[in-house]
């Protein structure tokens, strides 16, 4: 199963959701939002309770998100590496490129990958790796460092390992 969120943002993610044509829709589980629901999906919902979203996270074999950092929390804490298609501005997906910025600096630490073209979605779900083992809280650290420093730019300095066992 791929579970596929837009996340809750008022503004639709038509040019996501148009992507998943392209894709075995009896294979999938989406979360729409405020867009059309797509056509051929297994499931599809406009919003789904935080626990249920957290039960597809689990179950999925990949994961489709746009570049909202508590979706891309979720994927990575249950071992995936997530397919990211960030919102655009210049497209009227969302307020600035906050999104594109943030997925590109987790790109550069192998957090996620990022897709740019929509056109090449099968392609990429089809080269992502195999989802890992399930991230415990204790080794999230690098994660919400990487997450840290990409919103707050350099200015955020990394902690230690001992800083992240005592939960500093």
Same mark, same amino acid.
């Given at each position: +199963?791929?579970?596929?969120?837009?996340?809750?943002?008022?503004?639709?993610?038509?040019?996501?959701?148009?992507?998943? %044509?392209?894709?075995?829709?009896?294979?999938?589980?989406?979360?729409?939002?405020?867009?059309?629901?797509?056509?051929?999906?297994?499931?599809?919902?406009?919003?789904?309770?935080?626990?249920? +979203?957290?039960?597809?996270?689990? /179950? %999925?074999?990949?994961?489709?998100?746009? %570049?909202?950092?508590?979706?891309?929390?979720? /994927?990575?804490?249950?071992?995936?590496?997530?397919?990211?298609?960030?919102?655009?501005?210049?497209?009227?997906?969302?307020?600035?490129?906050?999104?594109?910025?943030?997925?590109?600096?987790?790109?550069?630490?192998?957090?996620?990958?990022?897709?740019?073209?929509?056109?090449?979605?099968?392609?990429?779900?089809?080269? %992502?790796?195999?989802?890992?083992?399930?991230?415990?809280?204790?080794?999230?650290?690098?994660?919400?460092?990487?997450?840290?420093?990409?919103?707050?730019?350099?200015?955020?300095?990394?902690?230690?390992?001992?800083?992240?066992?005592?939960?500093?």
């Amino acid at each position: +199963m791929i579970f596929v969120t837009v996340g809750t943002h008022q503004q639709p993610f038509e040019r996501l959701l148009s992507a998943l %044509a392209a894709l075995d829709g009896t294979d999938l589980v989406v979360q729409y939002g405020t867009g059309r629901r797509p056509s051929g999906v297994a499931v599809a919902e406009p919003y789904m309770p935080f626990d249920r +979203m957290l039960a597809h996270f689990r /179950a %999925a074999e990949k994961v489709i998100t746009h %570049a909202g950092v508590g979706s891309i929390l979720c /994927a990575t804490r249950e071992g995936h590496t997530p397919l990211v298609v960030p919102r655009r501005h210049d497209l009227g997906e969302h307020v600035d490129e906050h999104q594109a910025e943030l997925a590109q600096a987790l790109a550069g630490r192998g957090s996620v990958i990022v897709v740019r073209d929509t056109d090449r979605l099968a392609e990429q779900i089809a080269q %992502a790796p195999p989802r890992g083992e399930t991230a415990a809280a204790s080794t999230q650290g690098g994660l919400r460092d990487s997450l840290r420093r990409a919103l707050l730019g350099a200015r955020a300095p990394a902690r230690s390992a001992q800083a992240r066992v005592d939960g500093g």
